[in-house]
């Protein structure tokens, strides 16, 4: 079982950014498609992005152009650069890969 812990969420005005990280206890890049994943109150878990082994990417359409994902398997290290934030970003983002989910880190956007 690997550990997933993510970093980074806070408050944030509309327009502003953050990056996001999610630090796996061990080398799983290479392996598995990992993903990000949001899931706002009340509302079901969705996908944000993932990135391939291979390195191929894929965004949900409203964060396309916006977010960009990306990793650094030297230091098993999974990131979200998310600008232009929207208040309808708002939500509690997952790092997901190896059947593994972490714990989650709240994202704000303010209006």
């Known amino acids: 079982q690997v550990q997933l812990v993510e970093s980074g969420g806070g408050l944030v005005q509309a327009g502003g950014s953050l990056r996001l990280s999610c630090a796996a206890s061990r080398s799983i890049f290479s392996i598995y498609t990992m993903a990000w994943h949001r899931q706002a109150p009340g509302k079901q878990r969705e996908l944000v992005a993932a990135?391939?082994?291979?390195?191929?990417?894929n965004y949900a359409d409203s964060v396309k152009g916006r977010f960009t994902i990306s990793k650094n398997s030297a230091r098993n290290t999974l990131y979200l650069q998310m600008n232009s934030l929207k208040p309808e970003d708002t939500a509690v983002y997952y790092c997901?890969?190896?059947?593994?989910w972490g714990q989650g880190t709240q994202v704000t956007v303010s209006s």
């Open positions: 997901y890969g190896a059947n593994s």
């Open positions: 990135i391939t082994s291979g390195g191929n990417t």
